[in-house]
């Protein structure tokens, strides 16, 4: 027996139009206007907009950073995020040094098994290249096993997990060839250091510092240094949680030159600016890059509302009040990371709702795009042959967000508080309801791995 939705309001990423869907099994098999029931479930959902599970394309479940490991294992993460309206995450699969990729990917795999509450796909963080680049020859068999991004980290040498200009190179170059595509946390690690070095040996030391020490130009220069090696290796690019307007403005024209440079950006960096490092609870707020300025926040607004970002996701990698704590008068010593993958979807939506976007761009931003890009194309959109991944939204709901109602493991949220305007209320993945007005009712184990297709960026 399938659903029959009926009366909704179908948003895609170009319009929005009153139709009835069908879905049978783990597809959406029929999209139209009076469909007539057969030997289906009719639900009635006049009044309510049918979408696409969003898609998010950055989250660190159960990751080991900042001398801690992240407060959302891959299970309490997923169950936020099918509560949030997300139904496939991207995950990181990172090479410990000396590892080979198969094995990171393998590990990570096997922590998502019977664990997952939505679909979720990989990318590989390299960190070592290893003795004559052989790890490079490793990304072809990736790539045919589902796995087609290669993440860098231009910061974060004392974790480990940073690569230099030289293995940048080397990492675009191969990807491109093979039909991957690496992306990028860019921020310049001279300049962070240098700052970093120069603050602590002044006594500056309060989270405020966090943020001068990793300021716009910082951020700009690695993402003009990237765009820049991109386009001369003819390597297709994408830049995560971009923050700053100097790197938004070298991303547009990239683009309108028509280099295959994409372009991320996150809730946080569109929501609050600097000032937050001024506040008591600054703490919370102390992620990398740090937050910007008044002015790189508005250049974000823009590139989203003009098309030149692609992609909102969330960088989900929250920390708990005491581990945020370790670091209240030493920046150096918090653990860098926020969470998100439940306020995302919501957010975007409800900035739809109050007219500072539209809703078709919320889905192609937070669906299409990631699907698209990100080479698995049986997501991500409402249309017949897709999988039966939908979100119910109520645009006349309002919700205040808090530790009491959302679902993940930490215990705090720079979201606490934040009311949003419409909200989803139920998600279906591949057609079996999992999160239903705010409760979880689906099972661990219900998400299953996104086997990816090679990209032709
Ligand atoms: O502060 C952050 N963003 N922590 C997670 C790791 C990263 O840089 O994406
Ligand atoms: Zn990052
Ligand atoms: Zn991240």
């Known amino acids: 027996m399938g659903i029959l939705f009926k009366n909704g309001t179908v948003v895609t990423s170009t319009t929005m139009y009153q139709a009835d869907v069908r879905i049978q099994g783990e597809k959406i098999t029929e999209v139209g206007q009076d469909l007539c029931i057969k030997d289906d479930q009719a639900v009635d959902v006049s009044g309510k907009y049918i979408l696409p599970g969003a898609i998010d394309l950055h989250t660190h479940m159960s990751d080991p950073f900042g001398g801690t490991v992240s407060s959302d294992s891959e299970f309490t993460g997923t169950r936020a995020a099918a509560c949030g309206g997300v139904t496939t995450v991207f995950d990181f699969a990172k090479q410990k040094k000396g590892m080979h990729l198969p094995e990171a990917v393998d590990i990570k795999k096997k922590a998502y098994e019977n664990r997952a509450c939505v679909d979720y796909a990989l990318h590989c963080i390299v960190t070592d290249l290893m003795e004559d680049d052989q ?58 250091d240098y700052l970093t070095e120069k603050y602590v040996k002044e006594g500056k030391l309060s989270p405020w510092y966090h943020y001068m020490s990793r300021p716009e130009w910082a951020a700009a220069q690695a993402d003009i240094s990237a765009i820049h090696m991109a386009m001369h290796l003819h390597a297709p690019l994408y830049i995560v949680h971009m923050d700053n307007k100097e790197g938004v403005e070298a991303a547009a024209k990239a683009k309108m030159e028509g280099y295959p440079v994409f372009v991320e950006t996150c809730p946080q960096y569109l929501e609050f600016t600097s000032e937050v490092y001024k506040r008591a609870d600054a703490v919370k707020f102390v992620i990398s890059p740090a937050i910007k300025n008044e002015e790189s926040r508005e250049a974000l607004w823009k590139a989203l509302q003009t098309g030149v970002i692609d992609t909102v996701a969330t960088d989900h990698c929250p920390f708990t009040t005491e581990e945020k704590n370790w670091g209240k008068d030493d920046f150096t010593k918090i653990p860098n990371g926020c969470g998100g993958i439940e306020n995302r979807y919501p957010y975007l939506l409800s900035a739809a709702h109050d007219g500072r976007l539209t809703y078709e761009r919320v889905v192609q931003v937070c669906a299409e795009n990631p699907a698209k890009i990100f080479g698995c194309s049986e997501k991500g959109s409402i249309q017949v042959g897709k999988d039966a991944d939908l979100v119910i939204y109520d645009p006349q709901m309002t919700v205040t967000g808090g530790p009491d109602i959302m679902h993940t493991a930490c215990d705090h949220s720079i979201w606490d508080g934040y009311e949003y305007h419409g909200y989803p209320v139920q998600t279906y993945l591949r057609g079996k309801l999992i999160a239903d007005h705010g409760i979880y009712i689906g099972q661990a184990g219900d998400g299953r791995f996104v086997k990816r297709s090679p990209l032709h960026v």
Not at 153 to 173: C, H, P, R, T, W
């Open 135 to 192: 790890v490079l020859e490793e990304f072809a068999d990736l790539v045919k096993d589902g796995v087609n991004t290669f993440k860098c980290y231009s910061v974060y040498k004392k974790e480990g997990i940073m690569v230099d200009n030289q293995q940048f190179a080397a990492i675009l170059e191969q990807a491109g060839k093979v039909g991957g595509m690496a992306t990028l946390h860019a921020e310049d690690a001279g300049v962070v």
